[in-house]
């Protein structure tokens, strides 16, 4: 081989190896309040667990409880995006909870519990955009939903049922995902129950499809201090279980929330931190630096969601991670608030550069409905696949920081107050705070970004395969 050429291999191949950055994750971004909104639809505790972005609104669910029993009853908001104005609610007639939403096909999907005499079942709510019930469908006894997602097919599920598994006539907890057609009964395609041992506290929060491999994940809490990620395929065969007791290397804690990059990682927001997994379920990082609920990823970066002991009052938090899980900047959303914040287990929505959040407060005595739109500035154009699989190209734009603070109040044809407020948030640097776990109901969000980093790299690399051959080439001509 002539020397000219080896030396060429010799450099391409140093070239190959460097390790290239993700572009956008350097990218710097901030995020800035387009709207907060205050709801507080009954007398009694109000909560909202998790948004889903649907049409023109933003969809909003939880539970209420009116005086004098204080009975929960699920609860659906459709918030306009523009001004976070609520357009339509509806109120369940019956005892349950609604957790986690998804909208598929013109039509939302709510789940939680509905409670019928003594027992309670997972339900499945359908709803058109005038919140009028096109289906409803309740699973096995002593069930509840946690969480949905959707592969482009069909429709799962995930939560927990109770079972008396040792025969002592004392049920025990059981994890429940099921696949369900998506016709108009909601038809079981097939189900899978995880068992444990010993038979103590385990529920799943969260559960997403991997858009890169289209598999199910599972996260959630196992013999009650115990991670458990759990991954299927689309037929619900168990692929791969992942249990960190505790003291281990992985364990968080409950797992509260998923989150996919749509380029080979997970994202696992759990009690105890925050983890970064590979597509086969690899530990790659983890933070535990940092207390958060809720999770969503875009824009090369993670948005996670939590609760700060700040100035005397538990406030509502957001930490921006890049990829390798390393804290950018946090933000406090709730200063200008002079009451107990926090927030539940329950997902944010991304649609383009503006991420949906909702969590409570007790500004009024009792618990009240807060949502969040916030703006992510300053990123990359990004390729945005939403749970639809409806591909579009959003891009982030930077605008002129104004602080302005605007106050109106709004009241819809169903009587609710909604307080619309446009603020600006403080970035904390240096703070020292104690944080408190966050509150939620025990036993009761996938929006995939992907981007053109990829393309990046090749056009990179191809270029750098150019150069080294066009030096390989003008060595030999020389040496001839």
């Not at 205050?38 to 667990?49: C, E, F, Q, R, S």
């Not at 003291?247 to 970064?276: C, M, N, P, T, W």
């Not at 600006?424 to 970004?449: A, E, F, N, Q, R």
Request: include cysteine; aromatic fraction near 10%; charged fraction near 20%.
């Amino acid at each position: 081989m002539p020397r000219a050429l080896a030396v060429a291999i010799v450099v391409l191949a140093l070239l190959l190896a460097i390790p290239h950055a993700d572009t956008q994750a350097q990218d710097e971004v901030e995020v800035k309040t387009r709207w907060v909104a205050y709801i507080n639809p009954t007398d009694g505790d109000d909560y909202a667990y998790g948004v889903c972005v649907f049409g023109d609104y933003i969809a909003v669910v939880g539970w209420v409880s009116e005086l004098p029993l204080y009975v929960s009853r699920p609860y659906v908001a459709l918030l306009r995006k523009s001004d976070g104005g609520v357009a339509r609610e509806w109120i369940g007639s019956e005892r349950g909870a609604f957790y986690n939403c998804i909208s598929i096909g013109g039509k939302l999907y709510a789940v939680g519990y509905t409670g019928i005499g003594t027992s309670n079942y997972g339900v499945i709510y359908v709803f058109d955009e005038n919140l009028n019930v096109l289906a409803r469908v309740t699973g096995e006894r002593n069930s509840g939903y946690s969480s949905p997602a959707y592969d482009g097919k069909a429709l799962y599920v995930g939560g927990w049922t109770f079972e008396d598994v040792n025969g002592d006539r004392i049920p025990e907890f059981v994890w429940l995902v099921e696949k369900r057609a998506l016709d108009g009964g909601l038809r079981l395609v097939n189900s899978k129950k995880i068992y444990f041992n010993p038979l103590q506290e385990a529920w799943i929060s969260d559960i997403g499809v991997d858009p890169s491999t289209g598999r199910i994940w599972a996260v959630g809490l196992y013999n009650r201090f115990n991670s458990l990620i759990v991954i299927f395929d689309s037929d619900l065969r168990e692929l791969k279980r992942i249990g960190y007791p505790e003291g281990s290397e992985g364990h968080l804690g409950e797992l509260y929330g998923i989150a996919f990059d749509g380029r080979q990682h997970a994202y696992i927001v759990g009690q105890y931190g925050v983890a970064k997994f590979t597509v086969d379920g690899e530990l790659v990082a983890i933070n535990r630096g940092v207390r958060a609920i809720k999770i969503v990823y875009g824009y090369g970066h993670l948005y996670t969601f939590g609760v700060e002991e700040i100035g005397g009052y538990q406030r509502h938090v957001l930490h921006i991670h890049d990829t390798n899980l390393n804290l950018a900047k946090r933000y406090v959303l709730s200063e200008n608030v002079s009451a107990r914040s926090s927030f539940l287990v329950g997902r944010p929505a991304l649609e383009g550069n503006n991420i949906y959040v909702a969590g409570f407060d007790r500004a009024l005595g009792d618990a009240r409905v807060v949502v969040y739109s916030l703006s992510i500035e300053g990123a990359m154009a990004t390729t945005v696949t939403g749970t639809e699989g409806v591909t579009t190209t959003e891009t982030a734009t930077t605008v002129a920081t104004v602080a302005t603070v605007t106050t109106t109040t709004t009241v819809t044809e169903t009587t609710t107050v909604t307080e619309i407020v446009t603020i600006t948030m403080s970035v904390l640097t240096t703070v020292t705070t104690t944080t408190t776990t966050p509150v939620y109901i025990t036993v009761p969000t996938t929006i995939t970004v992907s981007d053109g980093a990829l393309t990046q790299l090749i056009v990179a690399g191809l270029a750098s395969i150019g150069v080294v051959l066009a030096i390989a080439l003008l060595l030999l001509r020389r040496r001839k």
